[in-house]
């Protein structure tokens, strides 16, 4: 079972993701955050709970409270504190070549994923875990 997070402001689309993911592998564990504020809270709250803490992150770029920059230099100061490996893909509408240089030149994110994902996209970022 993958424990997966989609940290995105958008309700249609993290609704549709669900769906797209769900349909493609039905033991997906998919907690939602509205902004990279929310899921940095929870897993600063969940620091030695390895059960809490995700395998993946699909992380939206353009998020009110905290963007998904900032999500990455908040994760950054965290990671070395956590249990296991998180794999972070940046999930996004941008196709701006800045957004997607920005994302390859960070050690944290392993990819760059342009909206909607598809299913056979998913199923190859979780078969890379």
Same mark, same amino acid.
């Given at each position: 079972m993958t424990?997966?997070?989609?940290?995105?402001?958008d309700p249609?689309?993290?609704?549709l993701?669900k769906?797209?993911?769900t349909d493609?592998?039905?033991?997906?564990?998919?907690t939602?955050?509205s902004d990279?504020?929310?899921?940095?809270?929870?897993?600063?709250?969940?620091?030695?709970?390895a059960d809490?803490?995700?395998d993946?992150?699909?992380?939206?770029?353009n998020?009110? +409270?905290?963007d998904?920059?900032?999500?990455?230099?908040?994760?950054?100061?965290?990671q070395? +504190?956590?249990?296991?490996?998180?794999?972070?893909?940046?999930l996004?509408?941008s196709?701006a070549?800045?957004d997607k240089?920005?994302?390859a030149?960070n050690?944290?994110?392993?990819?760059?994923?342009?909206?909607?994902?598809?299913g056979?996209q998913?199923?190859q970022?979780r078969?890379e875990?």
């Amino acid at each position: 079972m993958t424990k997966l997070w989609i940290v995105d402001d958008d309700p249609a689309y993290t609704h549709l993701a669900k769906f797209l993911i769900t349909d493609v592998d039905d033991e997906a564990d998919i907690t939602t955050f509205s902004d990279g504020d929310h899921a940095i809270d929870h897993l600063t709250a969940h620091l030695t709970d390895a059960d809490e803490l995700p395998d993946l992150i699909l992380l939206d770029i353009n998020m009110p +409270r905290m963007d998904g920059w900032q999500f990455l230099d908040e994760y950054a100061a965290l990671q070395d +504190r956590l249990p296991k490996k998180v794999t972070i893909y940046m999930l996004s509408s941008s196709i701006a070549d800045g957004d997607k240089k920005k994302a390859a030149d960070n050690p944290l994110v392993k990819g760059y994923v342009v909206k909607p994902m598809e299913g056979d996209q998913y199923l190859q970022i979780r078969g890379e875990l």
